[in-house]
């Protein structure tokens, strides 16, 4: 059984939730606080643990016996002992007496389950769970690795509509291909400000460990630093960061006595507070912050902004170290609002070198028509990683948005449409790699040539050409969309003009019979009267 069949299969178990009540968007939480004790389960059975993450009273034995009242009080009893760390005992030395007994100390597994409640009323519905829980081939599942299976869930709970969840997922394909390109490497502090469920640090480890046969190639030091020093994400969402926190430790991720997932506002205090770091990886939120400017409360920011993706922005390349690689996702508003938009971009050219633009396709976020960018920078200069002014000389543009398919479910989004950029990026994940214009690839007609370099999907624009002529919007893009109108092939102004009063006249005349044939005649009498009035004529109807 593939991990795709596993997690279609774990899917389907929403069916037995729905019947107890709960809906689409509490059906992952809710299942994950049962099979997170399971994937435990099988991880220990497998031997990867040196010791059992949960305590005794509270691991998948403990449940898959029981049947009834008895087995849905005890999951609430386990919910409440791992989220508190105590649970209630008998008494030894006074019968008929219970006393309450610290069964466990671990900071990560109660910030896991803080507050963790199932809304489970049935105890038929539980025991479904654990007795289909306990038949997925599990062997199969190891093999690919339960994080991966449990990412495949998460995955599968954003591309469902009803969840709503998909603002959390940024697509897998996109993220390994940032990852490709920013190549982090053991020793390196990896920050992930709007964190959602983990998904741009997990993929900075598993490319870390497979440069490094899983980490075996460090020394044991090495290996503490990457299970609990290297990742630190920041997520405001409680569910999301608990759903986060899974995901690290089932990856073998650690992080500090908080998890890799820190709870919080990356645009308050908690992200004023983080520590410099070597890489940023982010896709943060879409929108206006509810509060405005006042809910964004960074002192330390210094153009204030209610645009979230903006105030981000200025957090991500404020907080890198001299030298710092960033590749950050945000929609095309951020390249090309003025007044304070404008400010923030030439300020971050001016403190990093702005190497690499990658325009996206359309249709593959949760937020359809939603166009998006990814932009790559690093803090300094290359020579000069301290340098604090004039850093960008050139930016890279690549254009994967036109004349390229409405991607979704019927054209999924892939990292084949990616590889191409990866390419031309280069393999310097500071942007340095000796680079030059053209590149042909999803280009239909059959001018793929130097000399027709309009044609390219990947250009560079100096720093100077974007002040003068783009007056430092970065919106930069030349290709002819196909299904554009050509401005030149248009008609004269007075013949677009008559065609559309025509329209017009001819809509007008549509309303009058349709308002007279529902019996509102003097109502459309009133409106003639009032429109031949507005043009200066003589109403003679």
């Given at each position: 059984m593939t991990n795709t069949q596993i997690v279609q299969k774990l899917w389907n178990l929403c069916d037995v939730l729905r019947d107890d009540g709960i809906n689409y968007s509490d059906y992952v939480t809710e299942l994950v606080l049962l099979l997170f004790i399971k994937m435990v389960h099988e991880n220990s059975e497998a031997g990867l643990f040196q010791k059992h993450p949960l305590p005794e009273g509270c691991r998948w034995q403990d449940l898959s016996g029981k049947d009834g009242l008895t087995l849905l009080n005890d999951y609430k009893g386990l919910l409440l002992a791992l989220s508190t760390g105590k649970c209630m005992q008998a008494d030894p030395e006074e019968q008929g007496k219970t006393i309450e007994v610290q069964i466990h100390e671990d900071p990560l597994i109660q910030a896991i389950y803080t507050d963790a409640q199932t809304r489970l009323r049935e105890p038929q519905h539980l025991r479904q769970l654990i007795v289909a829980l306990d038949q997925i081939d599990w062997f199969s599942a190891q093999k690919d690795g339960l994080g991966d299976l449990y990412e495949g869930l998460l995955e599968k709970n954003a591309n469902e509509t009803k969840s709503g969840a998909g603002q959390y997922f940024t697509p897998r394909p996109l993220i390994d291909s940032i990852v490709s390109c920013i190549k982090p490497q053991a020793g390196e502090t990896i920050q992930d400000p709007a964190a959602g469920t983990a998904g741009f640090l997990i993929a900075a480890d598993s490319y870390i460990k497979s440069q490094t046969d899983e980490l075996y190639d460090l020394s044991e030091k090495q290996q503490a630093f990457q299970r609990n020093k290297a990742f630190i994400g920041v997520e405001l969402v409680p569910g999301t960061r608990r759903l986060a926190l899974m995901n690290g430790l089932l990856h073998g991720m650690e992080g500090d006595d908080d998890g890799i997932v820190h709870l919080g506002n990356a645009l308050g205090q908690k992200g004023a507070n983080l520590a410099k770091v070597d890489i940023i990886l982010a896709n943060p939120p879409f929108g206006t912050s509810k509060g405005g400017e006042a809910s964004i409360s960074r002192d330390d920011l210094t153009f204030k902004t209610s645009n979230k993706q903006l105030a981000f922005l200025q957090h991500i390349y404020r907080a890198l170290k001299p030298g710092g690689r960033a590749a950050v996702v945000l929609p095309d508003n951020v390249l090309f609002e003025a007044g304070i938009g404008t400010d923030i971009r030439r300020d971050l050219m001016d403190k990093c070198n702005l190497h690499t633009i990658l325009r996206l396709p359309?249709?593959?976020?949760?937020?359809?028509?939603?166009?998006?960018?990814?932009?790559?920078?690093?803090?300094?200069?290359?020579?000069?990683?301290?340098?604090?002014?004039?850093?960008?000389?050139?930016?890279?543009?690549?254009?994967?948005?036109?004349?390229?398919?409405?991607?979704?479910?019927?054209?999924?989004?892939?990292?084949?449409?990616?590889?191409?950029?990866?390419?031309?990026?280069?393999?310097?994940?500071?942007?340095?790699?000796?680079?030059?214009?053209?590149?042909?690839?999803?280009?239909?007609?059959?001018?793929?040539?130097?000399?027709?370099?309009?044609?390219?999907?990947?250009?560079?624009?100096?720093?100077?050409?974007?002040?003068?002529?783009?007056?430092?919007?970065?919106?930069?893009?030349?290709?002819?969309?196909?299904?554009?109108?050509?401005?030149?092939?248009?008609?004269?102004?007075?013949?677009?003009?008559?065609?559309?009063?025509?329209?017009?006249?001819?809509?007008?005349?549509?309303?009058?019979?349709?308002?007279?044939?529902?019996?509102?005649?003097?109502?459309?009498?009133?409106?003639?009267?009032?429109?031949?009035?507005?043009?200066?004529?003589?109403?003679?109807?």
């Open positions: 359309t249709g593959i976020f949760y937020a359809q028509g939603v166009k998006t960018n990814v932009l790559f920078f690093t803090k300094g200069t290359l020579k000069k990683p301290e340098q604090q002014a004039g850093c960008t000389n050139n930016v890279w543009v690549y254009d994967l948005r036109s004349n390229m398919p409405n991607f979704g479910k019927r054209t999924p989004f892939g990292g084949q449409h990616l590889k191409p950029f990866e390419k031309v990026y280069g393999k310097k994940p500071d942007g340095s790699s000796k680079r030059s214009e053209g590149e042909w690839s999803f280009v239909t007609d059959n001018q793929t040539t130097p000399d027709n370099i309009e044609a390219s999907r990947w250009r560079v624009f100096t720093r100077q050409w974007i002040s003068e002529q783009k007056g430092d919007s970065l919106d930069i893009s030349w290709i002819k969309d196909d299904d554009a109108v050509d401005a030149a092939n248009l008609p004269e102004p007075d013949v677009l003009a008559g065609e559309a009063m025509s329209e017009l006249t001819a809509a007008l005349k549509e309303l009058d019979g349709l308002m007279q044939a529902l019996g509102a005649g003097e109502q459309a009498d009133a409106q003639r009267q009032l429109l031949a009035t507005t043009l200066g004529l003589e109403d003679k109807t």
